[in-house]
């Protein structure tokens, strides 16, 4: 799930999210979002608010590895600045492919990504 935030009280920059319960995490939700994440804050400004675990039934529901990712903060100046710039939508989606790709070890067209075999 993709969502940008509209909120005072929100830091701005990216979060992403997985299920967790505090006792256990996502089995496969938790590496997924970390995938992401670590792809999504190696964009040029990018602010970091890090990947975290939710309690949350839009994560639990579904029967596929789920995640949330919120892009930015529109009440913060740079993340609108940014979240209208074009550029920068391509490049925040590049870098969600290319999280996902790199953890089903997936060789994408024009992909750098390097695999658990080519470390």
Excluded: W
């Excluded at 590496?31 to 670590?38: K, N, T, V």
């Excluded at 969600?96 to 390097?114: A, K």
């Amino acid at each position: 799930y993709l969502g940008v935030l509209d909120t005072p009280d929100a830091e701005p920059g990216v979060a992403t999210f997985f299920f967790s319960t505090g006792m256990s995490d996502s089995a496969i939700g938790a590496p997924l979002a970390e995938c992401i994440h670590d792809e999504l804050i190696r964009v040029p400004e990018v602010r970091n608010r890090g990947c975290k675990g939710e309690d949350s039934s839009l994560l639990q529901k579904p029967n596929a590895p789920t995640v949330r990712i919120e892009l930015g903060n529109l009440r913060d100046q740079d993340d609108r600045a940014r979240l209208e710039d074009r550029n920068h939508i391509k490049q925040l989606a590049r870098a969600i492919m290319m999280g996902i790709s790199r953890l089903y070890d997936l060789d994408l067209p024009g992909s750098t990504v390097t695999t658990r075999d080519n470390v």
